[in-house]
């Protein structure tokens, strides 16, 4: 009787450390998952990072007043006021 318990809490015993096997493979497992994914993740913040500097370069330039005043003169025709007019008003 008493052999029959002692083969029982090791039969219990070998069931738990097996259990215990498992759930650390799996946790190993996860650990690498989540290390693969944050190195996707700083690739994917370095190229956004990149990104975003060269439309911030872009709006500078797009932004610059050069740019504007060409525009100006250009594309819409403006020219630049020399003479300053004044006109009176008669009541």
């Known amino acids: 009787m008493k052999k029959n318990l002692l083969i029982y809490i090791l039969f219990i015993n070998i069931f738990f450390l097996l259990c215990l096997c498992l759930e650390t493979i799996k946790i190993r ?7 693969e994914n944050n190195a996707y993740l700083q690739v994917a913040k370095n190229k956004l ?31 630049e006021i020399t003479k300053i007019t004044h006109l009176d008003y008669e009541k």
Do not use: C, D, G
């Open 49 to 79: 990072t990149e990104i975003n500097f060269n439309l911030q370069t872009e709006y500078y330039h797009q932004s610059s007043p050069a740019k504007v005043e060409r525009h100006a003169k250009e594309i819409l025709k403006m020219v």
């Open 29 to 35: 497992w996860q650990f690498s998952q989540e290390y």
